[in-house]
């Protein structure tokens, strides 16, 4: 393809989760440019980082306002065919205003229940996120609830999808050999929607029937401080290693050095760190929330939470962990993923789905 398109993408995430998601707009064929606008630089083809100054970076509303400015610029001066949004607020945000601004289309990424402002009952600015997502040529998200809560708004199914990021299943595996040290492993991001102060009070509980109960919290953010805290009023210095940030070819030892996974969040998608360990053969234990489970079936791969209480979490953890052939019978189911999803996670097949949407958005503009 002689005549290829340059587009803008808007994002933020860590560098291998956008690296997971970016890439099949570097591999395809009809793409030549991908302007980046982030708040720091990624590394890799086709990619032109425009990123605010090193100083301001940072300092969030000042960075903010540099990078709608960026977008502003980049309209201007590379004249994109096309606006890719990772995520709503704020990107969805921007991409909405300025793609009908210069009149040209937009895809919108939804993240996951947070970026549509469905996570709490009467959560602030629902009616602008809705807004802005719907002003998409073609709206992408992480699974069914996302995707009907919209198709109920009146959103036509033609212009939803559902990309996945990509996952390599040769990486993230069983591990012969390797020690079972933690009884739970929890990773991503200490964060309020990832209800880490649930976490820590769920071992809390468990602790009083497995005195030795072992967690690890991979990853690190802005709750930090609070969390050490709480571990200690708790007195839990024992229980509950942070373990901080892992470098990613490594996560997979530290998911098979553990004997299931646990998430506590309030407002997901379909969280990548639990295909993750999935692949290595860990239970997961979750919420039954956003689109979870699509992939975690309850007694099948995974303990099903219906109920953010210490409670109902606790009493999900125990079963699994006090019962080796229950464990046993959710890890087995947990590795049939590596077979089910394999193609659908991979390169060829995520470039496929995002080109046939972005010629769409294009060709309705």
């Not at 969030?60 to 065919?81: G, Q, S, T």
């Not at 990107?91 to 947070?114: D, R, T």
């Amino acid at each position: 393809m002689t005549n290829k398109i340059k587009i803008c993408v808007l994002a933020g995430m860590i560098d291998e989760k956008l690296k997971s998601k970016i890439a099949p707009l570097q591999s395809s064929n009809q793409i030549g440019d991908i302007f980046l606008i982030r708040r720091t630089a990624f590394s890799g083809n086709k990619i032109h980082n425009i990123n605010p100054p090193t100083a301001i970076q940072k300092i969030k509303v000042l960075a903010e306002i540099y990078r709608f400015m960026l977008l502003f610029w980049v309209l201007i001066k590379h004249k994109p065919k096309l606006i890719i949004a990772f995520g709503t607020i704020p990107h969805g945000i921007y991409a909405s205003w300025l793609a009908y601004l210069f009149n040209i289309p937009c895809i919108q990424h939804v993240m996951g229940k947070n970026d549509l402002r469905l996570t709490f009952p009467k959560q602030s600015f629902r009616w602008l996120a809705l807004k802005c997502v719907m002003s998409g040529k073609a709206i992408a998200v992480r699974g069914m609830s996302a995707l009907s809560y919209l198709s109920n708004k009146g959103v036509n199914n033609s212009i939803l999808f559902t990309p996945q990021n990509l996952h390599d299943f040769n990486l993230f595996k069983p591990l012969p050999n390797v020690v079972k040290e933690y009884d739970l492993i929890y990773v991503g991001l200490i964060s309020a929607y990832k209800r880490l102060d649930l976490m820590v009070e769920v071992i809390a509980e468990i602790k009083k029937k497995l005195p030795n109960i072992k967690l690890l919290i991979v990853g690190d953010g802005p709750l930090r401080f609070k969390i050490e805290q709480l571990i200690k009023q708790h007195n839990l210095e024992n229980n509950i290693q942070l373990y901080g940030k892992c470098k990613f070819k490594k996560l997979a030892v530290e998911l098979n050095k553990s004997k299931a996974f646990i998430m506590t969040s309030q407002g997901e998608g379909l969280p990548m760190a639990m295909i993750e360990a999935l692949s290595c053969g860990l239970p997961v234990i979750v919420p039954d929330d956003a689109d979870i489970t699509q992939i975690a079936i309850d007694k099948v791969n995974a303990r099903v939470v219906k109920q953010w209480t210490k409670s109902d979490f606790s009493n999900a953890c125990l079963n699994v962990l006090t019962d080796p052939a229950h464990l046993q019978l959710l890890s087995q189911g947990a590795l049939k993923i590596r077979n089910e999803k394999r193609d659908e996670y991979s390169l060829k097949f995520q470039t496929e789905l995002w080109d046939r949407y972005i010629k769409q958005s294009i060709k309705k503009s």
